[in-house]
């Protein structure tokens, strides 16, 4: 018991410290004003699959490499984000994710751009993007003010045999 309560310390304080630098280059981002702005700043679908073997991602005009996800079953977009400890999700994606606001317990600590705020501990089932799946992936849960996306991090890379970025690309091996 304590030493899981050490490891998820240490998760907590490894978020604390890189999540703040990565989370304001996401969160900084121009708020869309139509739908065509929206299309430019998160794409959509431009993942590639290798045969079943690995994701490309290419890095955007910033060079971010966003991917449409599947978390718990749904659709979502996420910034891959090495320099994250977990999977940093808000609260409107948790409620999307069908993870249910009353079964949250915010008393882990979490350093942002916008100060310390309290995240939620959570398991997700299953996280997915397109060959590739994992299960049992660590996440925060934060509130919307302190997050405004979906932040793919490492409890989920480190779940895959290897990644790489080579050529303007993030490719993604299970």
């Known amino acids: 018991m304590f030493a899981r309560l050490l490891t998820f310390a240490g998760f907590i304080a490894v978020a604390a410290l890189t999540l703040p630098g990565l989370a304001t280059t996401y969160l900084d981002r121009p708020a869309a004003d139509n739908a065509a702005t929206a299309d430019k700043a998160v794409p959509v679908s431009t993942a590639k699959y290798a045969a079943g073997k690995g994701v490309t991602l290419p890095a955007d005009a910033k060079g971010h490499f966003f991917g449409t996800f599947s978390i718990n079953g749904r659709r979502e977009t996420g910034l891959v984000d090495t320099g994250a400890s977990m999977i940093a999700i808000n609260m409107s994606a948790a409620r999307r994710l069908g993870i249910s606001p009353n079964s949250l317990t915010f008393n882990a600590a979490v350093s942002t751009a916008n100060g310390v705020v309290k995240g939620a501990y959570v398991k997700l089932d299953r996280v997915e993007i397109g060959t590739i799946g994992v299960r049992g992936v660590d996440a925060l849960v934060l509130p919307d003010t302190a997050l405004s996306g979906t932040l793919i991090g490492m409890s989920f890379m480190n779940k895959l045999s290897s990644y790489r ?10």
């Open 165 to 174: 970025v080579e050529g303007g690309a993030l490719h993604l091996f299970r």
